[in-house]
C-alpha cells in the first residue's frame, strides 16, 4: 500500500505563489505516475496536473497551463507542486495522488490518493 502525504498549503493573497509537496512510502516512488487534483467547496474533484514515472512528460488541466508546474525528486520519494499568480478560484482542498499506470491512468483515475491540504487564496 501507498501513503502519501501533502504539506505546504495555507492562506495566500492573488498574485502570490505557494509549492506542495507530496511524500510517498509504502511502494517504490518510481514507479509511480503522481498527479494533483483539487477540490472546492460545493464542487467535484477537478484534475489539475500529472507527471509521468521519470519526470519527462507532464500535462496539465487548462485552468492552470503556465501558472502551475509539477515536478518530482525520485531520490526523495517526493512530489511537487509550484503555483504561481494564484488566484481566489485557486482555492481548494488539494490531493497528491499516485498511479501504478502512465500519467493518463493518473488523470483517468489514480490508484491512491493522499489526505489533501487546503489552498486559501484571498483576494
Known amino acids: 500500500q501507498v501513503q502519501l502525504v501533502e504539506s505546504g498549503g495555507g492562506l495566500v493573497q492573488a498574485g502570490g505563489s505557494l509549492r506542495l509537496s507530496c511524500a510517498a512510502s509504502g511502494r517504490t516512488f518510481s514507479s509511480l505516475a503522481m498527479g494533483w487534483f483539487r477540490q472546492a467547496p460545493g464542487k467535484e474533484r477537478e484534475f489539475v496536473a500529472a507527471?509521468?514515472?521519470?519526470?519527462?512528460?507532464?500535462n496539465y488541466a487548462d485552468s492552470v497551463k503556465g501558472r502551475f508546474t509539477i515536478s518530482r525528486d525520485n531520490a526523495k520519494n517526493t512530489v511537487y507542486l509550484q503555483m504561481n499568480s494564484l488566484r481566489p478560484e485557486d482555492t481548494a482542498v488539494y490531493y497528491c495522488?499516485?498511479?501504478?499506470?502512465?500519467?493518463?491512468?493518473?488523470?483517468?483515475?489514480?490508484?491512491?490518493w493522499g489526505q489533501g491540504t487546503q489552498v486559501t487564496v484571498s483576494s
Open positions: 507527471i509521468n514515472r521519470n519526470g519527462g512528460t507532464t
Open positions: 495522488a499516485g498511479d501504478e499506470g502512465t500519467l493518463w491512468g493518473v488523470r483517468a483515475g489514480p490508484d491512491y
